[in-house]
């Protein structure tokens, strides 16, 4: 059964780990990370963009999938289903649908508007039980059409946030989706350590995971992050593997072609990628 993801990612916290998200886009996906997860009584947080939502032809063939398959994997460990960057009326859509957990970028709009939004959505997801995900200051890089520049988030205005009830809070503090480019900055650990200091308990999301260097990634777990995304390189080892598959003439033997045998490959990878994170991110027998 689908859960919150609030306990997971308060017990993250208190424990000075991370509970991954990892971006889902099809079935070998989600089987490969829902794998990794009971393999190695991890939580774990499936996440959904508007895109491939859009791509997996809508959000309750997405719910049916998901569900189907903790019960015929025999899924144990806590998992959530999570609206990545979402728009408002994607948070409604994700809502009625059955996910167990949305996030409202809200990120792209003046502070008060933000406001005004996440206060909405606090109140009906604590009506339904559900967790939910604010942003303040925009994550660099592109993603599905979320554009951002990768500015530093303003501590004062991600507490205004926080303190509305949010169960989580992404901030941006120099991290950016897809690829880091050669001349990144890096992290403000700075920035971060302000936000904590104002927003006290409350759980903080670290986006664009593909590429930052393990000791940032430590550094930022031990300044209050609990949630932190990984899609890139998940979709980056799922094409390595396929092309190495392809290239290497595989498809054409026997019955290579079969897509069973065509997509294991890349859905080993990601599983592998999936377990290397959550042994760096202390997940692993969190459950």
């Known amino acids: 059964m689908l859960v919150s993801a609030k306990d997971m990612l308060q017990k993250a916290k208190a424990g000075k780990y991370a509970v991954g998200q990892f971006n889902i886009n099809n079935l070998e996906w989600t089987k490969a990370v829902l794998a990794a997860a009971q393999e190695n009584n991890s939580p774990v947080i499936l996440g959904v963009s508007e895109g491939a939502g859009k791509y997996m032809t809508g959000y309750k063939t997405i719910v049916g999938m998901v569900n189907g398959m903790l019960e015929e994997m025999n899924i144990t460990v806590p998992v959530a289903l999570h609206l990545d960057h979402g728009s408002f009326e994607g948070c409604m859509k994700c809502i009625e649908a059955g996910f167990s957990s949305v996030m409202f970028d809200g990120s792209h709009y003046p502070i008060e508007e933000n406001i005004a939004k996440t206060t909405e959505l606090v109140k009906i997801c604590n009506e339904k039980g559900l967790s939910l995900e604010a942003e303040v200051g925009s994550i660099g890089g592109e993603e599905d059409g979320v554009v951002g520049a990768g500015e530093c988030a303003d501590p ?132």
């Open 156 to 287: 004062e205005e991600c507490k205004m946030i926080a303190d509305l009830g949010v169960t989580m809070l992404a901030a941006g503090i120099g991290n950016i989706h897809g690829k880091y480019p050669d001349n990144w900055a890096g992290l403000s650990f700075e920035t971060l350590d302000a936000i904590q200091k104002l927003t006290g308990d409350m759980p903080l999301v670290l986006h664009g995971g593909t590429g930052i260097p393990e000791e940032m990634i430590q550094q930022a777990i031990s300044l209050g992050v609990a949630k932190i995304n990984v899609n890139t390189e998940c979709q980056v080892v799922f094409a390595e593997a396929t092309r190495k598959y392809i290239e290497a003439g595989k498809d054409l033997q026997g019955k290579g072609f079969d897509p069973r045998k065509l997509l294991a490959p890349g859905t080993d990878a990601i599983k592998a990628t999936v377990v290397e994170k959550m042994k760096l991110f202390g997940s692993v027998g969190k459950a």
